[in-house]
């Protein structure tokens, strides 16, 4: 019953005409998926993408934003940009902005809420480093991340939240979790999501899995009862490796 999501993160790749080639073979080559579907180009391709995708099953997004909406914020960009540009997911959280840019709990909390406010649906990602996992505290750490990150987010909000449970270990390394690791731990997400805000949220809640999803590995992902898309990195590059995953059949 919950509408598997496909969003692929282009993270600092692509100039704006190889992100218009991308974004056109895209736009024909998906056309009729029946997921949801979303690119998230870097910020200075929005436009051009966002011009291709007009009118397409493809929706566009953003890989992170300002925790404000105009100001003395040098160097950053606010959700009202992003909407002005088309923009209507928000991928928060990520691990590249945890752990390379110091990004904190309270500040991707303080995101989410504003990019919420502002009418726009978020990806909040978490997940757990290669030590955490060893020293066996995947929960504890998911646990506080959800919490943290959802404080102040209303049941009535939920509905524009997606969680993306990433392992940071399986980023780009080409290590995917396995069906029965990834679904243990978006087990866990979802009964978090049940203990803050009622077993029927927690029903609707659409948890994706991010970490080396590759066309061969992509269907015993999404064959669980408990993955319901995929947050897509490298192979969202290439038509080649993304539609095959945007095309998934369980
Ligand atoms: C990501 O960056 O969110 C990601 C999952 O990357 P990759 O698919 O390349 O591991």
Known sequence: MRTPFIAG?????????????????MKTELAGVPH???VAPPFTALETVGAVLQGSNILLGAQNMAPATSGAHT??????????LGVSVVIL????RRHSYGET?????????????????VILCVGETLEEREA?????VVETQMKEGLKGVTADQLENVTIAYEPVWAI???????????DAVHTTVRAIVADLYGADEADKMVIQYGGSVK????????????????LVGGASLKTETFVPIAQFDR
Do not use: C, F, Y
């Open 9 to 25: 993160n282009w993270k600092m790749h692509m100039d704006r005409a190889e992100a218009k080639a991308l974004a056109q073979a």
């Open 36 to 38: 949801k579907l979303m």
């Open 75 to 84: 160097g950053e960009i606010s959700p009202l940009m992003l909407k002005d």
């Open 93 to 96: 959280g990520h691990s590249e």
């Open 105 to 121: 709990d309270a500040l991707i909390n303080e995101k989410v809420r504003l990019a919420l406010q502002e009418g726009l649906e």
């Open 136 to 140: 066996n505290r995947v929960n504890q």
């Open 172 to 182: 780009g390394t080409g290590k995917t979790a396995t069906p029965d690791d990834a």
């Open 215 to 230: 066309p061969d590995n992509v269907k015993g992902l999404m064959g669980r009862d408990n993955i319901d898309g995929a």
